[in-house]
């Protein structure tokens, strides 16, 4: 089953402003992603956290990870129109590297 | 950075016919993939494994009959939707796993392809 719960489901906000996206997930995790997708397109990788980091940056994005309380933030500063889209966090499940995703954050950046 | 490419991005079928999409890593070796399936405004449900040279692993409550897969090549996967029915419409994205630096691993995701059974 699924696993991995993100909020809000869906986030509008005005472009510059910061958006922030949470994610909880219920088991042990090796590490920790995050996705970007675009409507009716395929995922883009954004940024991969381990177990063993707290936060992890990229460019405009910023990603924590909280083992202790199962969660992890996505913050992107400074937003663009081209930042709308659907972002998802993902673990891994097992030994082949499958992954289980979240229900997703719809962000819309208005310009 | 690794390519994965999916053909057909769409298509449209009559009801009982049979869709095969290939997914296809284009600068990069993959002993597996995985196939996805996206239902509008829902999140990406894992359909099944594909190992290179041997059987694909499919989750609980995917018909292996139905969704036929077969990973011949190191870089080309393909999800055969057999008999198809309007409950099948869906978006299908499959992923290539590539190793990097020895243990870690991405997936990279391919544009998916949007089925629509009529």
């Known amino acids: 089953s699924q696993q991995g719960e993100e909020d809000p489901q869906a986030l509008s906000i005005q472009e510059g402003e910061n958006a922030t996206m949470n994610c909880s997930y219920k088991?042990?995790?090796?590490?920790l992603q995050w996705y970007r997708q675009n409507s009716g397109r395929g995922l883009v990788h954004l940024i991969l956290?381990?177990?063993?980091?707290r936060e992890k940056h990229s460019g405009r994005l910023r990603v924590t990870l909280d083992t202790s309380k199962k969660s992890s933030s996505l913050l992107i500063t400074a937003s663009r129109a081209a930042d709308t889209a659907s972002y998802f966090c993902a673990r891994p499940r097992g030994s082949q590297g499958n992954l289980i995703f979240g229900k997703g954050t719809k962000l819309s950046v208005k310009p | 950075g690794a390519v994965v490419s999916q053909h057909p991005s769409w298509v449209i079928c009559k009801s009982g016919t049979s869709v095969k999409i290939e997914c296809r890593s284009l600068d990069f070796q993959a002993t597996t993939m995985f196939w996805y399936r996206q239902f509008p405004k829902q999140s990406l449900m894992l359909m099944a494994t594909?190992?290179?040279?041997?059987?694909?692993?499919?989750e609980q409550g995917v018909e292996k009959d139905k969704f036929l897969i077969n990973h011949a090549s190191l870089t080309l996967s393909t999800l055969t939707v057999t008999s198809a029915h309007p409950e099948d419409s869906s978006f299908y994205i499959c992923?290539?796993?590539?190793?990097?630096?020895?243990?870690?691993?991405?997936?990279?995701f391919g544009p998916g392809t949007r089925l629509l059974v009529l």
């Open positions: 088991t042990s995790i090796n590490n």
């Open positions: 594909s190992n290179e040279g041997s059987k694909a692993t499919y």
């Open positions: 956290i381990r177990s063993n980091e």
């Open positions: 992923s290539a796993l590539r190793l990097a630096g020895g243990t870690q691993e991405t997936q990279y």
